[in-house]
């Protein structure tokens, strides 16, 4: 059942999910990004690194500043190179990892 989760494509075929999705620590979506993005690495680099990278700059100490500049190159530069070129990437829905609810 949860393999053909992974077959159901998005109604708009866009990434993302119509509302704010829960996702446990660190890892926390953008509560300012656009719910939905045009490719996976913009959702990616948008919704789910700035996240992080805002929960890094709200909480921080001056030993974290070096960790909050690396985020943001990581997501500037490395990023794109990564998921920049998945054109062939459909939008479909997926699932954490459920055992983690278990």
Not at 15 to 21: A, D, E, H, I, M
Not at 80 to 94: D, E, F, M, S, T
């Amino acid at each position: 059942m949860l393999s053909r989760m992974h077959d159901i494509p998005s109604d708009n075929r866009k990434f993302g999910f119509p509302v704010q999705t829960m996702c446990r620590p660190p890892l926390e979506f953008n509560d300012d990004a656009e719910l939905w993005s045009e490719t996976w690495e913009e959702y990616f680099k948008n919704a789910m690194m700035m996240g992080m990278i805002n929960k890094l700059e709200k909480n921080l100490r001056v030993e974290d500043v070096e960790s909050v500049n690396m985020a943001r190159e990581v997501r500037e530069h490395i990023v794109p190179k990564l998921l920049g070129n998945l054109n062939n990437v459909k939008p479909v829905l997926i699932h954490g990892d459920l055992c983690e609810y278990c």
